[in-house]
C-alpha cells in the first residue's frame, strides 16, 4: 500500500528525515513511533502528497506521490495533526465540501455523509459550526472527513492527541475497526494504544527508521537484560553474594523492609533465572514471598531505541 | 473544472456567510455614498461641461474607496489557509495549485465586482429620472465599470500574491496595500516630473490608472488598458502561484 524508498527531506542545514525505507502492506494497521522531531509528521506529509522529498521516492497503492500526486491523493484520507478544519463552516457542510474536492457526488456522497456521520458518531452535531465544537468533536471531524471518499489508506497524525481518556478509547476502538477494511499509518506517543491496535510498529529516531515489527516481537527482543524482583527472609547468609553466585546475574540492589530483604536482579540477556532462584532458596532454606520477572514494554522498547544516550 | 467551480463556490460562501463581508459592504457604500453626494452638490453648484459619472469617477472618495478595499478583500485569501494550518487538508486533496490559486483570486474578485454593483443604480436612477446627457449613458456609463473590472483584477491579484507571502492577515493586508498604493501611485510620478522623456511618458500611459480612469470615464476606450490589465494579473497570478508552491514545499 506504502511503499518508501531512500526517502529523505533535508531543510537549509537540517535533515529531516534520512534515507527512510519501509513499505506498509495491504490491511496493515501500521504505528509510527519516535521523539518529537524525529521526522513522523515530515513522512506523513511527504506520504500524503502535501510536500515533495528532496530525494528519494514514495508509493502509495502504486502512485508516485510526486508524478501522479492526484491518484495517489484520492487513494487516501490524510487525517494532519492538530486536525486544521474551517472554523466558518458546519460540520455537514464541511464534510460535503470535502466531499466533493475528492471527486463523490450526488447521491454517493449523500450516502457516504450518512455513513461516516453515523460511523464517527457526529449526528448531534451535524449542524453544529465547527468553531464551537469540543476538541474531541474535531478531532471526529476530521476523521470523517478523511473517510469521506472510501480510501484504502488511512494516515492519521496523533490522531489521538488531547482527547480525554472515554474519547481515547472512543477513536481507539474506531481505528480498530477501521482496521478491518482500511490500511492504517498513525503516529501516536500513546504507546499502550500501540499496542492495543496496531499490528505493526516502524520507530523512527533522528530521520532513521531504528525498528519495525510487531509489538510483541519487539518487546520480545528487548528482554535482554531484564530485572527480576525478590523478596525473602533470610537468617543466616547475605542474599546477595549468594545470588551473585548464580551464573547470569550481572548486579544485585538490596534493601531491606521490616526484616525482609529486597533484592532487584539484573540478569544477562535471554535468559530466565527464576528456576535457579527457586531451588537457592530452597537449599539456602530462605523463606521467599515473591519472585517475580519485570515484563519490558513497548515503552522500553521505545526508550532503549531512541534514549538520547544511545 | 469541476474541483475549480467546488473550490470557488466555497471561497463565495465563506465570504457571503460571514459578516466581514457585510461591514466591508457597508462601509464601502458609506465611501461611495458621499462620493456622489459631493459629485452631486458641486455639479448643482457650478455646473461644468462634464457627466455626473465622469465627476463621479474622478473624484478623491472614489479613489480612496477603491484604493482602501483591495487589502481588506484580499489578506485572508492564503494567510488564513497558512494559519489555520488548513492549508495541510486543502492540498492533500486531490487539487492542484493552480485550481487553488485561480479560485482564491476568483473569489476575491468576485467579491468586488459585487462591491460596485449598487453604484449602478446612481446613475441609472438619476438618468431616469433627469437628463440622460448630464448624467451620462451608453459608453460614458459602462466604460468606466469596465475599467473598474480591469484595473480590479490587476490590484486583486496582487492582494492574493501578498496574501500568499505570509501567514498573518496583518502583514498580508500592510503588503498589499504597499503594491496595490505603489502601482497607483506612478501615475503620479508623471505630474511631478518636470520633464520626463519620451519612454518615461509611454511607460506612465500604460500604467496610470488615474489617466485611464479620465479617459474611460469620457466614454473613451483606450486598448492600451484593454491589454496591460489583463497581462499584468496573469503575470501577478503566475507569481502568486509560484509563491504558494514554494511555501508548502519549504513547510
Redesign the interface.
Known amino acids: 500500500m506504502i511503499r518508501a524508498e531512500e526517502l529523505t527531506k533535508r531543510?537549509a542545514g537540517f535533515t529531516a528525515i534520512d534515507r527512510l525505507t519501509f513499505e506498509v502492506g495491504k490491511g496493515e494497521i501500521v504505528g509510527f513511533l519516535g521523539p518529537n522531531g524525529a521526522g513522523k509528521t515530515t513522512t506523513m506529509?511527504i506520504l500524503?502528497?502535501?510536500?515533495?522529498a528532496t530525494s528519494g521516492s514514495a508509493f502509495v497503492a502504486r502512485h508516485d506521490v510526486f508524478r501522479d500526486s492526484?491518484?495517489a491523493?484520492?487513494c487516501?484520507g490524510?487525517l494532519?495533526e492538530?486536525v486544521?478544519?474551517?472554523?466558518?463552516?458546519r460540520v455537514r457542510e464541511y464534510l460535503r465540501?470535502?466531499g466533493?474536492?475528492?471527486?463523490v457526488h450526488g447521491g454517493r456522497l449523500k450516502q457516504r455523509l450518512g455513513a461516516v456521520v453515523d460511523l464517527c458518531g457526529l449526528r448531534e452535531v451535524e449542524r453544529a459550526m465547527i468553531s464551537t465544537l469540543s476538541k474531541g468533536y474535531r478531532q471526529r471531524v476530521?476523521l470523517a472527513?478523511a473517510l469521506i471518499h472510501e480510501p484504502d489508506l488511512l494516515i492519521l497524525d496523533e490522531p489521538t492527541v488531547g482527547l480525554d481518556p472515554n474519547q481515547i478509547r472512543q477513536v481507539r476502538e474506531l481505528i480498530k475497526s477501521l482496521g478491518e477494511k482500511h490500511t492504517i499509518l498513525l503516529s501516536t506517543h500513546n504507546l499502550s494504544e500501540v499496542e492495543m491496535t496496531c499490528s505493526r510498529v516502524l520507530i523512527i529516531h533522528r530521520g532513521r527508521i531504528e525498528a519495525s515489527d510487531s509489538p510483541a516481537n519487539l518487546v520480545r527482543q528487548l528482554r535482554t537484560s531484564g530485572l527480576i524482583h525478590l523478596e525473602l527472609r533470610s537468617e543466616k547468609d547475605d542474599p546477595k553474594t549468594a545470588l551473585l553466585a548464580v551464573p547470569g546475574v550481572k548486579d544485585v540492589a538490596v534493601t531491606v523492609e521490616e526484616g525482609w530483604v529486597k533484592c532487584t536482579v539484573r540478569t544477562e540477556a535471554h535468559v530466565d533465572l527464576r528456576p535457579d532462584f527457586y531451588r537457592l532458596a530452597g537449599e539456602r532454606g530462605w523463606l521467599l514471598r515473591e519472585l517475580r520477572q519485570d515484563r519490558a514494554t513497548l515503552e522500553d522498547v521505545f526508550v532503549e531505541i531512541t534514549h538520547p544516550d544511545t | 473544472m469541476k474541483t475549480l467551480f467546488i473550490l470557488l463556490r466555497r471561497e463565495l460562501t465563506s465570504c457571503y456567510l460571514s459578516p466581514v463581508a457585510y461591514v466591508v459592504l457597508c462601509l464601502f457604500l458609506i465611501l461611495n455614498g458621499l462620493s456622489y453626494h459631493f459629485t452631486l452638490l458641486s455639479l448643482s453648484r457650478a455646473p461644468f461641461a462634464i457627466t455626473v459619472v465622469q465627476a463621479f469617477f474622478n473624484d478623491l472618495f472614489f479613489w480612496v474607496a477603491y484604493l482602501l478595499v483591495f487589502p481588506v478583500i484580499t489578506m485572508r485569501t492564503f494567510a488564513e489557509e497558512f494559519k489555520l494550518g488548513t492549508i495541510e487538508t486543502l492540498m492533500t486533496a486531490p487539487v492542484r495549485d493552480w485550481q487553488v490559486v485561480a479560485a482564491k483570486f476568483g473569489g476575491a474578485f468576485l467579491f468586488y465586482l459585487s462591491l460596485w454593483l449598487p453604484s449602478l443604480l446612481y446613475f441609472l436612477v438619476l438618468g431616469w429620472s433627469g437628463n440622460r446627457n448630464t448624467v451620462g449613458f451608453g459608453a460614458q456609463l459602462w466604460a468606466p465599470y469596465l475599467l473598474l473590472v480591469l484595473m480590479g483584477m490587476f490590484n486583486v491579484a496582487l492582494g492574493c500574491l501578498a496574501s500568499a507571502m505570509t501567514s498573518n492577515q496583518i502583514i498580508a493586508a500592510m503588503l498589499s496595500s504597499v503594491l496595490v498604493l505603489g502601482n497607483f501611485l506612478l501615475t503620479l510620478v508623471g505630474y511631478v516630473l518636470n520633464r520626463p522623456s519620451r519612454l518615461l511618458r509611454d511607460f506612465l500611459a500604460y500604467v496610470a490608472q488615474v489617466d485611464h480612469m479620465d479617459s474611460f470615464s469620457r466614454g473613451v476606450i483606450d486598448s492600451r488598458a484593454l491589454v496591460y490589465y489583463p497581462s499584468c494579473t496573469v503575470l501577478v497570478l503566475v507569481l502568486t502561484y509560484h509563491v504558494f508552491q514554494y511555501r508548502r514545499w519549504k513547510a
Do not use: C, I, T, W
Open positions: 531543510y506529509r500524503a502528497g502535501y510536500m515533495p492526484l491518484q491523493r484520492s487516501l490524510y494532519p492538530n486544521p478544519l474551517y472554523h466558518d463552516m465540501f470535502r466533493a474536492l475528492k471527486g476530521g472527513e
